[in-house]
């Protein structure tokens, strides 16, 4: 927007968003405000926590139905999801995972929309996946010692998650 429609935006009291630049010698190079790369990464959320509810839906339908697993002939695949961990009072972990990420998906798709209670509730989420999956790597690694692909797959996804979120700036900052 050039200086003078700028002035006369001002004058007829029409309020438009300064865009920032940044200059260096004759380079203009324009840079993003505050709450358009907060709304791009809670988007970028909301994508990913697509991705990880798929990988929960494909692994609760499984420990549904009792149908094997095409992971690749892994016998660890098998021993990992058919261990005691693989359940919580009777309900599969991989259930409960694919409800948590359909919360990520609701929730930041709230908060790219500038819901402020959304935010806050993505954040708790994300912290609760966050530390689950540390317990399930644990389990996996000491405990059971195999490796299921497919859970290795989700807790790359937690992990995105949890950097995702830290990354947004906070509501504090224009």
């Known amino acids: 927007m050039t200086e003078d429609k700028r002035n006369r935006n001002a004058e007829s009291g029409v309020k438009t968003p300064a865009r920032r ?22 988007t970028v959320a909301a994508i990913v ?17 009792g ?53 806050t509730l993505l954040i708790t989420i994300v912290g609760a996946m966050f530390l689950a999956t540390l317990w399930f790597l644990y389990v996996q690694a000491f405990v059971l010692h195999a490796y299921c692909r497919y859970c290795l797959f989700s807790a790359a996804i937690t992990f995105l998650l949890a950097g995702l979120v830290i990354a947004v700036p906070s509501s504090q900052e224009q």
């Open 67 to 119: 149908e094997t697993l095409s992971c690749g002939g892994s016998p660890d695949c098998f021993r990992v999801l058919g261990s005691s961990y693989a359940k919580v009072a009777g309900i599969p972990v991989a259930m409960l995972g694919a409800l948590a990420y359909l919360s990520v998906f609701a929730f930041a798709t709230f908060a790219a929309f500038g819901y402020a209670r959304a935010r």
């Open 49 to 65: 926590a697509v991705a990880g509810l798929a990988d929960a839906t494909y692994l609760s339908v499984q420990a549904l139905t």
């Open 21 to 42: 630049v940044f200059r260096h010698g004759s380079f203009v190079i324009p840079t993003m405000t505050v709450s358009r790369f907060r709304t791009i990464l809670f």
